[in-house]
């Protein structure tokens, strides 16, 4: 499904904002999901000041195959004149993910079980590394429904150059397992986010500290992770 990628917008040298004009909703549908943008195109890289929607179902067939049901609203509100270098962005994104076995058919292959962790989803931790454990081995082998919400808020510093403060929670849960508060695994911090005119893509530098941490080993040791960590990463969370 169509996902909108980060990116740096501001006025030109002659203080025009550099927005393109509203088209209105972006409605599209990719076979599974059903997506509606309402968010304004800046600078031709990002969506902001508006809202997205996105819900998709995937049904694989009654021949070993399951349901995957996943639902994000995720939107940006701009702050300040264009033209000023002081502009700022609030961005939130909440999602959910359930995905479960026909009847009584086979268990859920690791590779579709639903797993969070990296710069896609809470950002101060490896990617794949929240999410129910193999008990003996301690690997993360996922689980069957997911919750995610992100908070972020964005100030232009000069150029293609963005500081982030932001705000990550997650949990995955396993069939017949539900989730709680305290299970939340979160991230909070700040990123330095620049972009690359021709790669067209954000590169990343995340500080982020990890209050609720239970449970998560750090992919590189096999040790439980840190309390604080710098990460780089490409792209964006939402």
Known sequence: ?????????????????????????????????VVVDQRDLVHGLERLDGRKGDVGYRDLGRAGGEHHLHAELRGHRRHGEPERDAERDEGIRAQAEYIRPYGTSSPLPIFERLVLGGGYSVRGYDLRTIGPQDPNSGIVIGGNKSLLFNAEYLIAVGGPVRLILFYDAGQVKDTGQRFRVPDFITSTGMEVRFFMPVLNVPFRLIFASNPQRNGVLNYSTGQPEKAFRFRFDVGSTF
Do not use: I
């Open 1 to 33: 499904h169509h996902s909108g990628r980060d990116g740096h917008g501001r006025a030109g040298a002659d203080g025009v904002d550099q927005r393109q004009p509203d088209l209105g909703d972006q409605w599209q549908h990719d076979g599974d999901h």
